[in-house]
T-cell receptor, first 115, second 111 residues
């Protein structure tokens, strides 16, 4: 049971490049989310999904796309990278239901630097 | 004004001391309250989870929620150097709604 895995661990991009951050979980969790963490800002929700085929926007969705074709995978796509997207990105997953938030697990993060 | 306010610290205390970490919030509709611990260059991990008001204890950790004051606390007894980390408070309106995080307090326990 690997929990939540993220790849790559670290990435450098040039402005305008695109890339996909990968996230996978093996706990059969319905809910998956993407957050970004910036100094002094805490964790901010980018996009989330409550099940395969269902996604919705969080607080800061601009410049990012997601899809959820399987329960296990939830990739985050940067369409045209900008320096403002330099951040640490965390993927999280949890069960649904009334006590779902007790089961939330985060991945180890991807550090992204956009030059 | 942010929905959730948390003093960023850093907070430095000697080993064995009692640590008090706090968050205030503005929206009385929050019902679920959580504390996460995040070690350097790692993902956050859930430490404590409380529904509505009251106290919850787990080993050396106690989480307290005062909804009338819109104030939550995490107490760490007999603090250890291994408790050195960033602590994030988090809260949500319902079990299905998004979670709002505080900015985190950096804690250092001196041996």
């Amino acid at each position: 049971n690997a929990g939540v895995t993220q790849t790559p661990k670290f990435q450098v991009l040039k402005t305008g490049q695109s890339m996909t951050l990968q996230c996978a979980q093996d706990m059969n969790h319905e809910y998956m989310s993407w957050y970004r963490q910036d100094p002094g800002m805490g964790l901010r929700l980018i996009h989330y999904s409550v099940g395969a085929g269902i996604t919705d926007q969080g607080e800061v969705p601009n410049g990012y796309n997601v899809s959820r074709s399987t329960t296990e995978d939830f990739p985050l796509r940067l369409l045209s990278a900008a320096p403002s997207q330099t951040s640490v990105y965390f993927c999280a997953s949890r069960t649904g239901g009334i006590r779902g938030q007790e089961t939330q697990y985060f991945g180890p993060g991807t550090r992204l630097l956009v030059l | 004004q942010k929905e959730v306010e948390q003093d960023p610290g850093p907070l430095s205390v000697p080993e064995g001391a009692i640590v008090s970490l706090n968050c205030t919030y503005s929206n009385s509709a929050f019902q679920y309250f959580m504390w996460y611990r995040q070690y350097s260059r790692k993902g956050p991990e859930l430490l404590m989870y409380t529904y509505s008001s009251g106290n919850k204890e787990d080993g050396r950790f106690t989480a307290q929620v005062d909804k009338s004051s819109k104030y939550i606390s995490l107490f760490i007894r007999d603090s250890q150097p291994s408790d050195s980390a960033t602590y994030l408070c988090a809260m949500s309106y319902s079990s299905a709604s998004k979670v709002i995080f505080g900015s985190g307090t950096r804690l250092s326990i001196r041996p």
